[in-house]
T-cell receptor, first 115, second 115 residues
Framework: GAGVSQSPSNKVTEKGKDVELRCDPI?????LYWYRQSLGQGLEFLIY????????KSGLPSDRFSAERTGGSVSTLTIQRTQQEDSAVYLC?????????????FGPGTRLTVL | AQSVTQLGSHVSVSEGALVLLRCNYS??????LFWYVQYPNQGLQLLLK??????LVKGINGFEAEFKKSETSFHLTKPSAHMSDAAEYFC?????????????FGTGTRLQVFP
């Protein structure tokens, strides 16, 4: 079956503009995660969604970042008033459930460059 | 709090040599542990995971890892490196079954393989 897909694959924007990044998880997966990977850094957790529960937003770095998950499937990560330090690869992952040894399946990422 | 430490941000080996990538974790409960691999311009892919069923875990592409509770380690090994193993490798920990929280990733180790 299809894996996790993300769009766009690359996004170049000007400082101060808003951007939206999209994630299509694997069908049937109830958990969805967003991570940020900056150059030379590991993966930084941003937010995760689990079914109809309230999302865990504890990793969002500022109030300029927000995310939605509509209908328990597609998710959009929005960054408002982008800054140069927002430049990174944004990875989305999904898993069948959330917990224990469940495997997270990653998309290819969106490379965001803020000029 | 849980954390993961990967010693060595870069490891270089010759083709055919042993690969050893180190990972140490801290956790207050028996953890679930994962190794992921990231090839250039791709998302992360699960190599193997420790679920307490066996301390020696075999994964894809000839990799394996051994859980050593006394050393709080989960080092990744492969007897003979191949050029195609060149990638970035991430160790991750998730707390025990009562906590369905997010994975915590190490900062990654970039593996180079020389002919």
């Amino acid at each position: 079956g299809a894996g996790v897909s993300q769009s766009p694959s690359n996004k170049v924007t000007e400082k101060g503009k808003d951007v939206e990044l999209r994630c299509d998880p694997i069908s049937g997966h109830t958990a969805l995660y967003w991570y940020r990977q900056s150059l030379g850094q590991g993966l930084e957790f941003l937010i995760y969604f689990q079914g109809n529960s309230a999302p865990d937003k504890s990793g969002l770095p500022s109030d300029r970042f927000s995310a939605e998950r509509t209908g328990g499937s597609v998710s959009t990560l929005t960054i408002q008033r982008t800054q140069q330090e927002d430049s990174a690869v944004y990875l989305c992952a999904s898993s069948l459930i959330n917990g224990g040894a469940d495997t997270q399946y990653f998309g290819p990422g969106t490379r965001l460059t803020v000029l | 709090a849980q954390s993961v430490t990967q010693l060595g941000s870069h490891v270089s080996v010759s083709e055919g040599a042993l690969v050893l990538l180190r990972c140490n974790y801290s956790s207050s409960v028996p953890p679930y542990l994962f190794w992921y691999v990231q090839y250039p311009n791709q998302g992360l892919q699960l190599l193997l995971k420790y679920t307490s069923a066996a301390t020696l875990v075999k994964g894809i592409n000839g990799f394996e890892a051994e859980f050593k509770k006394s050393e709080t380690s989960f080092h990744l090994t492969k007897p003979s490196a191949h050029m195609s193993d060149a990638a970035e490798y991430f160790c991750a920990v998730r707390p025990g079954p009562k906590n369905t929280d997010k994975l915590i990733f190490g900062t990654g180790t970039r593996l180079q393989v020389f002919p």
